[in-house]
């Protein structure tokens, strides 16, 4: 799959500068007001106590913030930062080295923890309640399970899919945040702050050219800003204007409304070779040159919250809107029986 400036998916170049313009306090943290008011309240209650915040499970799409807030967590409680990821924890083992190695408070970022194996989940419940491992030595009826105590610490964990956490891993959560995606004037002063950190001023008329192009997700927020820093850097020596914004973004195929080659591929195919659809999902990627994993997952969930498309029993339909974001006009009938 080509690389797209849309993705919500951070590319592994790009991590270094996404972590530069990372805020790193509660108060800088802009969009997600009702979760920022929880959980200060949270982290305020347990430094009044002097404990170790509960355990927090923060879930929703990527690029929202779920890294930033983890990070913001151990910030804010003056601790130190353990990053790992459930597809790097495949055996109990590996879980019980890192928790180990754990001193009293600190946080453990683990990304993605619903990919994490089934032993290594049954070890976390115990690890998360009662603040113990049990190791076990040897093999068949020899075995021993060894417990260990670890220190108290707080588990930040993320996920993009809620669903698939077993119910008793949720339950051992104190707070549980769902992240939605940023309003555009939310959008707007990220940009703004971003430009700040990289050196350049960025007018509000700029910030909203960008911000109604970022799909509500501040990762593409700040990779629009950065194509749109390069272009006035080239072009109009470093100023940036909300026409200059819009010729960069133009030049990525970055649309008004955040559409890039690849959505409008999928619907002007859907439109104009299937005559509105239904059509199935591996016709419409073979369509449009691209695996059915990258329609579904990249393409699809954006044209269905913008309702540009709809998902039926036989297939992806085109509907009004995503007719008139094209210009035209669906034929005669368009729409009938698409649910029978």
Known sequence: MEYSPVSPQAEPAERAAEAALRPSTLSEFEGQPRVREQLGLVLAAARHRGAVPDHVLLSGPPGLGKTTLAMIIAAEMGVPLHITSGPAIQHAGDLAAILSGLVTGEVLFLDEIHRMSRPAEEMLYLAMEDFRVDVVVGKGPGATAIPIDIPPFTLVGATTRAGLLPGPLRDRFGFTAQLDFYETEDLAQIAQRSADKLGFSLDDESAQVIASRSRGTPRIANRLLRRVRDY?????????TATLARAALELYEVDELGLD??????????CLKFGGGPVGLSTLAI???EETETVEEVAEPFLVRKGFIMRTPRGRVATAAGWAHLG?????????????
């Not at 669906?330 to 698409?338: E, K, V």
């Open 232 to 240: 006035a850097q080239v072009n109009n020596g470093g100023e940036v």
């Open 261 to 270: 080659r690849l959505d409008r591929g999928v619907l002007e195919s859907i």
């Open 287 to 289: 369509s449009v040159g």
């Open 328 to 340: 035209l006009t669906p034929p005669q009938g368009a729409g009938d029986d698409l649910f029978s």
